[in-house]
């Protein structure tokens, strides 16, 4: 029997020939749903794979038991964008390893791929960072640290946000966070949705920002360094936010 690992890319259809191939031997489907908020629906997702799927938790995918089922059956773990991003998802190929379990990786493409469209060349990106929802008594600014670490070596920040973070929100943290720092906020990207019909790039200071309701989950922030004037030229021509 073995375990799949299944990237989906970045919309419902983008699923590869070879990941459906997997599907269709599979006795279960599970669906880790706990780490990003999905620009369609589960039901959107089982008209395309013609399958039942299973939302998968934090606790499931971490207790390591998806590999158990695929000791007796075939199992597919279902991984929003690439399916190897998470640490998760590497330590269960090495349980598979340590106990003799098959298994297969399906690649795709993730929002590491598509933040290319803004014109940022992808060699220039510094370490990610993520951004958490802030809480009463729990406002973690570490995320902004990283930013000021590739800034002191010119590469760009890619900024993942949380789950269920509003982009209003957001833009408060990113601001309180980049006062600590004493960080400079100057214009910024914000990608909504790559790959889908929905998706979006936007370039503008946050001052341009604040009131603009029309972003949406899923979504992450770019704070780029210093721009070649190739990659310059590119991104300017997002600065236009249409109403």
Same mark, same amino acid.
């Given at each position: 029997?073995?375990?799949?690992?299944? #990237?989906?890319?970045?919309?419902?259809?983008?699923?590869?020939?070879?990941?459906?191939?997997?599907?269709?031997?599979?006795?279960?489907?599970?669906?880790?749903?706990?780490?990003?908020?999905? $620009?369609?629906?589960?039901?959107?997702?089982?008209?395309?794979?013609? !399958?039942?799927?299973? %939302? *998968?938790?934090?606790?499931?995918?971490?207790?390591?038991?998806?590999?158990?089922?695929?000791?007796?059956?075939?199992? *597919?773990?279902?991984?929003?964008?690439? $399916?190897?991003?998470?640490?998760?998802?590497?330590?269960?190929?090495?349980?598979?390893?340590?106990?003799?379990? =098959?298994?297969?990786?399906?690649?795709? *493409?993730?929002?590491?791929?598509?933040?290319?469209?803004? #014109?940022?060349?992808?060699?220039?990106?510094?370490?990610? @960072?993520?951004? %958490? @929802?802030?809480? =009463?008594?729990?406002? %973690?600014? +570490?995320?902004?640290?990283?930013? &000021?670490?590739?800034?002191? &070596?010119?590469?760009? +920040?890619?900024?993942?946000?949380?789950?269920?973070?509003?982009? !209003?929100?957001?833009?408060?943290?990113?601001?309180? @966070? @980049?006062?600590?720092?004493?960080? $400079?906020? !100057?214009?910024?990207?914000?990608?909504?949705?790559?790959?889908?019909?929905?998706?979006?790039?936007?370039?503008?200071?946050?001052?341009?920002?604040?009131?603009?309701?029309?972003? &949406?989950? $899923?979504?992450?922030?770019?704070? %780029?360094? =210093?721009?070649?004037?190739?990659?310059?030229?590119?991104?300017?021509?997002? +600065?236009?936010? =249409?109403?």
């Amino acid at each position: 029997m073995t375990l799949y690992l299944i #990237g989906l890319g970045l919309n419902e259809r983008s699923i590869t020939k070879e990941g459906l191939d997997a599907i269709n031997k599979c006795k279960r489907v599970y669906l880790e749903s706990y780490t990003v908020d999905f $620009p369609y629906t589960k039901h959107q997702l089982e008209e395309i794979i013609l !399958k039942k799927v299973i %939302p *998968a938790s934090r606790e499931k995918v971490e207790d390591l038991s998806i590999v158990d089922e695929a000791k007796k059956l075939n199992v *597919a773990l279902l991984v929003y964008g690439s $399916p190897l991003t998470a640490t998760t998802h590497i330590t269960l190929l090495d349980e598979c390893r340590q106990t003799g379990i =098959k298994y297969k990786v399906c690649y795709n *493409a993730s929002i590491f791929d598509a933040v290319a469209e803004t #014109g940022l060349q992808l060699y220039k990106f510094g370490k990610v @960072a993520s951004m %958490p @929802a802030w809480k =009463k008594s729990f406002e %973690p600014t +570490s995320f902004m640290k990283i930013v &000021q670490q590739n800034m002191s &070596q010119e590469a760009h +920040s890619l900024i993942l946000v949380d789950i269920g973070l509003q982009f !209003k929100d957001a833009l408060k943290q990113l601001r309180k @966070a @980049a006062e600590e720092y004493n960080i $400079p906020l !100057k214009k910024f990207i914000v990608c909504q949705k790559m790959g889908t019909k929905d998706r979006k790039i936007l370039y503008r200071s946050i001052e341009e920002f604040r009131g603009y309701d029309g972003v &949406q989950l $899923p979504y992450c922030i770019i704070l %780029p360094s =210093k721009m070649h004037f190739v990659e310059k030229d590119v991104v300017e021509s997002f +600065s236009k936010i =249409k109403k």
